[in-house]
């Protein structure tokens, strides 16, 4: 059984983010592209107050759930606790299998957001997110200026906005 949780895994490699498909870009990154991207950014950048172990299982997890729902977006018209319940119960499904109620445990922190070793991951999930919108409108000669506005908002109201202007400018 954790054979087939660990191959069922991989979907994330080839699961292409929503949002890009939605947008246009040709050959979007997909979920586990964007995970590492996270998990970079929480690697540079991680403040000394947040444990930067848990902070990197956070990114890698993150979006875990996606591999059994797809990648919801905004656009998708899901109720954001519909999205939560359906993720938890991937999360959940996935994760029992591989006996690691603790990675579920950091998936709950993130969803929650109250932490802030949670409200840094979320800031650098739109980071990485804002970069990859400025690399894809360069690269194609896309106009993706909402994804930058929104990830700008929500890095903002995680209390990192000093960083988002740093990076992205």
């Not at 699961?15 to 870009?25: F, Q, T």
């Not at 606790?81 to 499904?93: F, H, L």
Request: net charge negative.
């Amino acid at each position: 059984m954790p054979n087939d949780t660990l191959l069922e895994l991989l979907h994330l490699k080839a699961l292409p983010r929503a949002g890009w498909v939605r947008a246009g870009v040709a050959e979007p990154e997909s979920v586990a592209s964007h995970a590492w991207g996270v998990a970079w950014l929480v690697l540079l950048w991680c403040p000394p107050e947040v444990d930067r172990d848990r902070a990197m299982a956070m990114a890698i997890v993150h979006d875990l759930g996606e591999v059994r729902v797809g990648d919801i977006t905004p656009h998708d018209g899901v109720a954001a606790a519909d999205k939560s319940a359906a993720e938890e119960a991937a999360v959940r499904g996935l994760l029992a299998p591989l006996q690691r109620p603790d990675l579920v445990d950091i998936w709950l922190e993130y969803e929650a957001g109250e932490s802030a070793c949670a409200r840094f991951v979320k800031a650098c999930d739109k980071l990485d997110m804002a970069l990859q919108a400025i690399r894809y409108g360069t690269l194609q000669g896309l106009e993706l200026q909402e994804f930058i506005d929104s990830a700008r908002r929500q890095a903002t109201e995680h209390g990192f906005g000093a960083l988002f202007e740093e990076l992205v400018g």
